[in-house]
């Protein structure tokens, strides 16, 4: 967060997007059933385009892991999901053609296609991620063999080595086992494994949290040049909103269970339109300039159990008005705003003027002078 | 015997209460605790309540063992013992010695496993080594071997020959505890017990020992069906030999007489269900209590109103009304 | 390597401490053994010299309790285990003649039982709730019973009541046998008829402990991350399963070691309710003959045998787990 030169809008944003790759909409999930299920994501819009990266960001609980994992059926019991659409646009890599694959309708034959080969997961902790008895090249080479049937057995070799230099790692730990490489290297083996068979989507479940912040910042770098390179999509997940603010074209902000605002990250940054996400904004410390007062976010997130009734988030928000306490604001777009980022905050509806903090513009041209981060929490006081 | 994979646990206290009710639920210990309760309570009452002596004989001219009858309701053996005495009267020494040897092996791995886990380097080793050695050794074996010359009147000591049993069985539960210990060393309140200062000891017994309850618990049980189980075939081998009747005593003296093939099933039946019946008794609790430490282990109905739980494949569900509509649903999990 | 000869190093010295526990034993008993020994042959006329060796085996017969010690480890190292003083023989000759009828009802019975068990385990913890999760209960209950009582249920129900198996010995030598040992098929035909009832009571006896330990740590290991990325690569069902059962079978590879020592002992249980041929009827026979050699020799032989057996399943886990391959 400290950098300003990296925040400024890149012109490249500002063309007409790509194509979406996976739409979500209106996604519920619940974990148990029946009477004592508990409702963890809750009418999920999403849009993720072609080659784009899209960032969801909320702290623990949020539900930001849950619905990663259930856009691909991967949700472990007792989770289940009751209600939307997750729709996968396949774009054939020979003919261009688009087919839309409907996920949730899919069976486990049809799901296994596309599971790697189109859409790969890379997890959080390449210690328990990485099937500890099996060698290195066993684990890059299993979905070739699945995947890639026509493929010989020097071939898929060849690509396993490919793979690790292409993530920086020498091919001679073809034969290592996991617990032989260090933190930074299994992270990048999971890398190489998740983009062996070139997908389109690739869905990142905090995958540096459990580094340092040195490799933490190296392997985010590769990453990123390798989306350059490749053209895949990510999905990134994580509480941490400086790392998005950074790398993501796009962020989606999530607080129980709910989307409670999406936009390009750049008009995020600069003009939050949720008093939430003005919250998280304002947490960050800012390596330069002078000292002022930290505001965290007063209170803690609700339980799944025990939702307030209303906007979710009335309980912690400073500008709450009576309506916040009974009625549900939607995912929609603030009024008087053209673009197609949405918010749920009933501050955005045109009946009153939002706080200053909630309403600055953000310009559409290159390189304003970009505000400080300082700026933000002395606004608020 | 169970895998226990309890890593971690609580500061003592706080789950017990939760336990509790999960305890008096489970159809499992409720059943397993009223078998053994069952038989403590012929051990501590049956001879008392029994209608004769073990010893005492119906006569001394017939040589044919009665079946069961209005008289004697399990009948009598070759020598005129009434049975139903017998069976009463046996259960005591039987239960006594494997509950000697459940206590002294308890005791036994305690402080060879929790010290081994909790002091670690030397010590460990030292005490781990000389707990794999016993472990290695067969126990039956060598029991025979070491309990055949001792006179007669010893093997009527049931603490004697509870702790030499428990010797050969101590071994298992030091090698679970102490890898438990190991696993609770680190916990953060055993952490920061010792850097306030607490002794030792004291953090042994009141931070480390509630925690190892439970293995503690299903270890003893553990202990307890092997000793029934060495003491009743020692019994019928002959090694020991009491002066009382036990149920191995009956067991052997049927083999003796030959009474499989006279279809005397009066004979051995009752004594044999017996040790079948506590022993089951005692392996439903042990298992009641394995589930209510890891509950994930617990059997649970895999589909409940027709959805089935398979990794790798959510299953979508569309509800047509809100989840907190009161649609009445089956119990959550199921404690079968 | 290194985790392999540490090991080794352990196995040695237990088996040193068997053999000097085996021969302190006798030595420290209240009320020496000789006098037990002496009492319960009675009936057998003893030579003086069979006297003599009695004497210097277990009393004191001149020599110091050291040298006895010397003398008998040497003997040990040159294969002499005394004379069986029931059956007038060596020691080795009885062990020879019972202990391949013993490693083959072991052998067999637990293989069957590892490999029949940890494969139900694997499907019960897989598939939770099935099928396989009622007959957990079941295949406690056989466990929970005695070994002795099991055998004697089996024997009496299918080897008495309905005849389906015979009833003794490990082959045909009733009266009107026409079985001659050796490799034909007659033998092999027989041998395997009179060991359908003693194995089946130990897999019975043993088989639940290894489908409930197999059960167990499949469900936790299950829960793993690398078995969601399994599923997440699009791998076949079985490949999945495989990925877990792979990893969920290496705390069953300890515990096999474990349980052969519990095994052993009902084997030999086993024996004796079937009359099978092997180590643990030879022992029981020696215990009622009061024959301590051979009691003391069988002890020795089974103890190593279980060594063996424990440091070959290290070898297993070493191979198997490659995590375990390193310097300790």
């Known amino acids: ?381 | 015997m169970s895998v226990v994979g309890v890593a971690t646990a609580e500061p003592a206290g706080t789950g017990a209460r939760r336990r509790k009710s999960r305890i008096t639920k489970s159809p499992k210990i409720v059943v397993g605790a009223a078998i053994l309760a069952f038989f403590v309570f012929i051990a501590i009452f049956g001879p008392t309540l029994a209608p004769h002596s073990a010893s005492w004989q119906a006569s001394n001219s017939s040589a044919f063992a009665q079946p069961p009858s209005a008289k004697f309701w399990l009948g009598t053996d070759r020598q005129q013992h009434d049975i139903l005495s017998q069976v009463l009267a046996g259960g005591r020494s039987t239960m006594v010695i494997a509950f000697v040897a459940g206590i002294v092996a308890s005791v036994l791995s305690i402080l060879f496993g929790v010290t081994a886990g909790y002091i670690g380097g030397l010590v460990d080793d030292v005490l781990s080594i000389i707990a794999n050695i016993f472990l290695a050794l067969p126990g039956l074996l060598i029991l025979m071997v070491v309990m055949k010359p001792l006179p007669a009147g010893d093997t009527d000591n049931p603490i004697l020959i509870g702790s030499v049993i428990a010797l050969t069985a101590w071994a298992y539960g030091a090698r679970v505890l102490r890898a438990q210990t190991l696993a609770l060393r680190d916990q953060d309140y055993v952490e920061s017990a010792r850097i306030i200062g607490e002794r030792r000891p004291r953090i042994i017994v009141s931070e480390i020992l509630p925690n190892l309850l439970p293995i503690l618990a299903s270890s003893f049980i553990f202990t307890v069906i092997y000793g029934i189980g060495i003491y009743v075939v020692l019994s019928i081998l002959g090694i020991i030999n009491p002066a009382q009747a036990s149920w191995g005593t009956m067991i052997q003296n049927a083999q003796g007489a030959s009474a499989m093939i006279s279809n005397d099933w009066w004979w051995y039946a009752p004594p044999a269900l017996c040790v079948a019946l506590l022993g089951i008794g005692l392996a439903l609790l042990n298992f009641g209590i394995d589930e209510i430490v890891n509950p994930r282990v617990r059997s649970r109905k895999g589909s409940r109103r027709g959805v089935r739980f398979q990794l790798g494949l959510t299953p979508v569900v569309r509800a047509d009304r809100s989840p907190n509509s009161d649609v009445p649903a089956p119990v959550m999990e199921g404690e079968s | 390597m290194r985790a392999i000869l540490r090991r080794l190093a352990f196995y040695v010295l237990a088996a040193w401490s068997a053999v000097t526990l085996n021969f302190f034993l006798p030595r420290m008993l209240p009320g020496s053994a000789l006098q037990a020994v002496l009492s319960s042959i009675r009936s057998a006329p003893i030579t003086p010299d069979e006297l003599h060796a009695l004497e210097a085996e277990y009393g004191s017969g001149g020599k110091g309790l050291m040298s006895q010690y010397a003398t008998y480890i040497s003997n040990l190292l040159h294969g002499d285990l005394g004379t069986s003083t029931s059956k007038s023989v060596p020691v080795t000759q009885v062990l020879g003649a019972d202990l391949p009828w013993t490693i083959g009802l072991i052998g067999t019975a637990t293989v069957i039982a590892f490999v029949l068990g940890t494969f139900l385990g694997v499907i019960a913890g897989w598939r939770r709730g099935g099928l396989l999760d009622t007959l957990l209960p079941v295949a406690t209950f056989f466990q929970a019973i005695p070994y002795y009582i099991l055998a004697f249920l089996l024997l009496m129900t299918m080897g008495y009541l309905w005849q389906w198996f015979p009833l003794a010995g490990g082959y045909d030598i009733t009266r009107d046998s026409t079985v001659e040992p050796g490799w034909n098929t007659g033998f092999i035909g027989s041998v395997a008829d009179h060991g359908v009832l003693p194995v089946l009571t130990i897999v019975l006896a043993s088989i639940a402990g290894w489908i409930l330990g197999m059960r167990n740590v499949m469900i936790t290991t299950m829960d793993e991350d690398y078995v969601l990325v399994a599923a997440a690569k699009g791998l076949p069902r079985w490949r999945v399963v495989w990925v877990a059962a792979r990893n969920a079978i290496l705390p069953s590879i300890s515990s096999l070691a474990l349980s052969v020592s519990l095994i052993v002992t009902g084997s030999i249980v086993t024996e004796i309710v079937f009359s099978y041929p092997g180590l643990g009827l030879a022992i029981n026979n020696a215990t009622l003959d009061a024959d301590y050699p051979l009691m003391q020799g069988i002890l020795l032989c089974v103890t190593f045998a279980v060594l063996a057996v424990n440091f070959l399943a290290d070898i297993v886990y070493v191979i198997l787990d490659p995590r375990a391959r390193r310097e300790a």
Not at chain 1, 273 to 284: A, D, K, M
Request: proline share 8%; net charge negative; with cysteine.
């Open chain 1, 1 to 381: 967060m400290a950098d300003d030169a990296l925040v400024s809008p890149d012109p490249a944003n500002s063309e007409a997007p790509a194509g979406p790759v996976l739409e979500v909409r209106g996604l519920c999930v619940d974990y148990g059933l029946g009477a004592e299920a508990v409702r963890a994501v809750t009418d999920a819009d999403l849009v993720l385009r072609r080659g784009e990266v899209l960032g969801i960001a909320g702290e623990s609980g949020s539900g930001k892991s849950t619905l990663a994992y259930a856009l691909t059926r991967l949700l472990r019991a007792p989770g289940v999901i009751t209600g939307g659409d997750v729709v996968f646009h396949s774009r054939s890599a020979e003919t261009g053609q688009v087919t839309e694959v409907d996920l949730l309708a899919a069976d486990a034959h049809q799901l296994r296609r596309y599971r790697w080969s189109e859409i790969a997961v890379v997890f959080q902790s390449a210690m328990h991620a990485l099937n500890p008895v099996a060698r290195v090249e066993n684990q890059l080479t299993d979905v070739l063999r699945v995947h890639r049937p026509e493929m010989s057995a020097e071939q898929r070799r060849a690509r396993a080595v490919e793979m690790l230099r292409m993530v920086g790692i020498n091919a001679d730990r073809l034969r290592s086992y996991p617990h032989e490489l260090s933190g930074g290297m299994r992270q990048r083996v999971m890398i190489a494994m998740a983009l062996i068979l070139q997908p389109q989507i690739v869905i990142m479940d905090e995958p540096t949290t459990a580094l340092d912040v040195v490799t933490q910042r190296e392997i985010l770098e590769e990453l990123m040049a390798l989306r350059d390179k490749l053209g895949f999509a990510v999905i990134f997940i994580t509480h941490d909103l400086s790392l998005l603010i950074e790398l993501a074209d796009s962020i989606a902000i999530m607080y129980a269970g709910r989307i409670v605002e999406r936009a390009r990250a750049a008009e995020l940054f600069h003009a939050p339109r949720h008093p939430y996400s003005l919250g998280l904004l304002s947490s960050f410390p800012s390596l330069h300039g002078e000292r002022v007062r930290m505001e965290g976010i007063p209170g803690s997130p609700p339980s799944l159990a025990a939702m307030p009734d209303g906007c979710k988030f009335h309980p912690r928000c400073p500008y709450a008005m009576d309506r916040c306490r009974t009625q549900e604001p939607p995912l929609t777009r603030p009024a008087d705003e053209g673009g197609d980022r949405v918010t749920a905050c009933w501050l955005q509806d045109g009946r009153q003027d939002p706080p200053e903090p909630l309403a600055r513009v953000f310009p559409l041209l290159a390189t304003p002078a970009a505000p400080r981060p300082g700026d933000l929490s002395r606004s608020t006081s």
